[in-house]
């Protein structure tokens, strides 16, 4: 960590360490009866306050203790957006362990191996991943006891689980009275892998200063915008990236919670949404599609649900007219990535772009926005020279700010900044009024001969086709042209469109060396364990696809 030299005359104020802590102690002290509601694993509704939250949190800090967890040991979970793992957020954290939690849609082996390279001392988990647990154990070799989160009339009768402990027995056996301690803000706070589409995961280990700060950054108005008048559902895990970093922005806020748990279908997320007023929601692409699909099937509107951020993977423009028009739901696009807590752009206009026609203002927001205040970005060329934002010259997205890593967790994959930046490994355009568009990750642009040709602008106009509900891009080898770009489509049920009428699609749309030069049909498009399309398996299933104009 860079030391910085101090001015002879120091600033007097308070020194208050920016600890998580501090986040439950507000919403327990000025949101005392502000709700928390829970789909619980066991399939009923749960519903507490922000105090109960408090009191539990603390209960289970000195569960941790009895267990001999000290400072910096780290505690995983595996659970769904709940109740009982938002106390994990704060007992653990705030006791000075930290939260390591991992996605359970990884294949075992991965979660066995992120457990062991973490070095994890205890794993609370939901007993939705009982079967994960019992697949791992064994093979976890630093995990002194697993924590199933349920009551005890849960709990299984015959594991074969060494040290299997119920979580409500373990806390109920506990006082509530704990003081959190405090210590340098920063500490690490929590720990997430990134998903390690190439290689194997690497740990990125926030602090309790980076949280806070990305706390106070994410709430703005014209980032998240979270405030307590919103009740706000995240459908983005707790698994990934802190679930957008909400868990704690509400409590930073005073806006009610509503968490979804394993039902992440329409209808079930729809009923929620209904019966708890939801204002405000967030989530990948993927998972407002179950969402819309069932809305509109059924005819139905939302009552209360006014906002949405929507991330981690660009969001089809179809996808951001749909929820506007039809639903009368705001949508703000976001870019993040776990190596930045997530947040680093979010895309609200302008005052001077209030009177511009509707359409100059739809493809405003549908880039990935401006950097939220925290963050700084530029993109460079390959020479790391640093390129206009003039909204047509592309090159590499290098960012920094206090809530972005500066390494890697046991500094895996070794210096990671390029003079103090951190290479994202997305290639974007920055326009004149400084916001980011991604045109791809650079491991999915397209070459063709000697040009790029990004794969999301062709995503999004083959979803803007009725028939079409899922698309995506990709680069197959061409002797002419090195890579030329094939289109890989879900139709949506009931739906036809044939090749042809989709390469016409393009037409007017897009430069005519960028259109497909050919479109084959799936039944679906594997996705991976955040929800996001996974292109490199795509690749692998068309390596040898000969295209018609090879
Ligand atoms: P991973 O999927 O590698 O574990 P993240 O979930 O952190 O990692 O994903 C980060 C990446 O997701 C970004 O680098 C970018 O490529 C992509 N991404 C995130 N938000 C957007 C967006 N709004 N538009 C396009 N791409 C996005």
Redesign the pocket.
């Given at each position: 960590m860079v030391q910085y030299p101090q001015s002879p005359l120091m600033g007097r104020m308070m020194s208050q360490p920016l600890l998580i802590s501090s986040l439950i102690h507000h919403a327990d002290r000025y949101y005392p009866t502000t709700e928390i509601v829970s789909r619980r694993v066991e399939g009923d509704i749960h519903r507490y306050t922000y105090r109960d939250c408090h009191r539990r949190s603390r209960q289970l800090a000195n569960a941790l203790k009895k267990l001999g967890v000290v400072m910096g040991d780290r505690i995983a979970t595996l659970a769904w957006n709940g109740y009982r793992h938002l106390e994990a957020y704060y007992g653990v954290s705030g006791s000075g362990a930290v939260l390591h939690t991992i996605n359970p849609r990884l294949h075992p082996e991965q979660v066995a191996y992120i457990a062991n390279h973490a070095e994890d001392q205890y794993l609370m988990f939901d007993m939705t991943f009982l079967p994960v647990i019992e697949a791992v154990a064994a093979h976890c070799k630093t995990i002194k006891g697993f924590i199933a989160l349920c009551d005890r009339d849960r709990m299984p009768a015959d594991s074969k689980i060494a040290n299997l402990m119920c979580y409500e027995e373990l806390i109920a056996a506990e006082s509530d009275q704990y003081e959190w301690p405090l210590f340098d803000e920063n500490s690490a706070s929590s720990l997430c892998y990134?998903?390690?589409?190439t290689g194997n995961p690497k740990g990125a280990l926030y602090s309790h200063r980076s949280t806070l700060l990305h706390s106070y950054a994410s709430a703005l108005p014209d980032a998240l915008n979270v405030s307590a008048r919103d009740v706000v559902l995240p459908v983005v895990p707790m698994f990934?990236?802190n679930a957008w970093g909400l868990p704690y922005s509400v409590m930073l806020t005073g806006a009610k919670i509503v968490f979804p748990g394993p039902a992440l279908d329409g209808k079930s997320l729809y009923e929620l949404f209904e019966q708890e007023k939801v204002t405000f929601s967030a989530g990948v692409p993927t998972v407002w599609l179950g969402l819309l699909t069932y809305v509109g099937q059924n005819k139905l509107t939302f009552s209360s649900f006014k906002r949405t951020v929507?991330?981690?993977?660009?969001?089809p423009p179809a996808m951001m007219k749909t929820l506007r028009h039809d639903y009368g739901v705001e949508v703000v696009?976001?870019?993040?990535?776990?190596?930045?807590s997530?947040l680093g752009t979010s895309c609200t206009l302008l005052a001077k772009h209030e009177n511009l026609p509707e359409e100059q203002k739809q493809a405003k927001l549908e880039k990935?926005g401006r950097a939220i205040f925290g963050v700084d970005m530029k993109i460079v060329d390959d020479d790391g020279k640093e390129l206009p934002w003039d909204g047509k010259t592309y090159g590499n997205l290098l960012v920094k700010g206090p809530w972005v890593v500066d390494g890697y967790f046991k500094s895996e994959g070794g210096d990671v900044l390029e003079n103090g930046w951190f290479p994202?490994?997305?290639v974007a355009v920055i326009d004149d009024e400084g916001y980011l568009q991604?045109t791809?990750?650079s491991k999915d642009v397209i070459k063709s001969g000697g040009e790029w040709i990004g794969t999301?602008d062709l995503e999004n106009i083959a979803v803007a086709h009725p028939a079409v509900l899922q698309a995506a891009c990709i680069g197959v080898a061409h002797p002419k042209w090195d890579e030329r770009p094939l289109l890989v489509v879900v139709k949506k049920p009931g739906a036809d469109v044939s090749k042809e009428e989709l390469i016409q699609f393009y037409e007017g749309k897009i430069a005519k060396w960028w259109t497909p030069d050919d479109v084959v049909f799936a039944e679906a498009l594997p996705l991976?364990a955040?929800g996001?399309i996974l292109k490199n398996k795509i690749r692998e299933t068309y390596r040898d696809y000969k295209l018609p104009t090879a």
């Open positions: 990134t998903s390690g589409t990934h990236v929507i991330g981690g993977s660009a969001c696009h976001a870019w993040g990535m776990t190596e930045m997530p990935q994202t490994g997305d991604i791809d990750r999301i991976g955040t996001k």
